[in-house]
C-alpha cells in the first residue's frame, strides 16, 4: 500500500505605504488672458480689473490684445448698459503677433479654431519668460 500525503500554506502578505504631503506655502501664481478688445470681452475684463478677479488677482499676469491697449478699471452699472470708470491704474495689454479673428468652416469646433491663437500666446509668454518665477500658469478666458 502506497499513502500520498499532501499539505498546502496559504501565507498572507500585507504592506502599508505612507505619505507625507508638505503643503507649499506662498503658491505662486502667473495667469494670462487673450482678450478681443472690441467685444464683450472687454467689458468683462474691464469688471475683473475693478474688482481685482481673474488674472488680476494673480501674483502677476499678461493681458493679450490685438493692437495696442490699455484696459481701464469698470464695473456694471444696473440698468444703465455699459460700464462705469472706476478710479485706479490701467493696464497696458501685450500685443498678440497673430491675427485674434477666426475664421469657421463648416463643422468645424470654435475650439480648434482658436488653437493658432492660443499657440502664438504660449510662445510669446514663453519669450516673455515672467511665467518662470511662479509655481503654476493659468490661462483665464474672458468670459
Request: hydrophobic fraction near 30%; glycine fraction near 6%.
Amino acid at each position: 500500500t502506497t499513502t500520498t500525503t499532501t499539505a498546502t500554506s496559504t501565507t498572507t502578505l500585507t504592506t502599508t505605504s505612507t505619505f507625507t504631503t508638505t503643503p507649499h506655502k506662498n503658491i505662486r501664481i502667473f495667469c494670462f488672458s487673450v482678450m478681443r478688445v472690441h467685444s464683450y470681452e472687454n467689458d468683462n475684463m474691464r469688471t475683473a480689473l475693478g474688482k481685482r478677479t481673474g488674472i488680476f488677482d494673480c501674483d502677476d499676469y499678461t493681458l493679450f490684445t490685438s493692437h495696442p491697449y490699455t484696459l481701464t478699471p469698470g464695473e456694471p452699472v444696473p440698468g444703465w448698459g455699459q460700464l462705469k470708470d472706476l478710479p485706479g491704474e490701467g493696464v497696458k495689454a501685450t500685443i498678440l503677433r497673430i491675427d485674434l479673428t477666426t475664421h469657421p468652416k463648416a463643422g468645424a469646433l470654435e475650439g480648434i479654431l482658436n488653437t493658432r491663437i492660443f499657440m502664438q500666446a504660449w510662445h510669446q509668454i514663453n519669450e516673455e519668460g515672467k511665467f518662470r518665477h511662479h509655481d503654476w500658469t493659468i490661462k483665464v478666458d474672458p468670459d
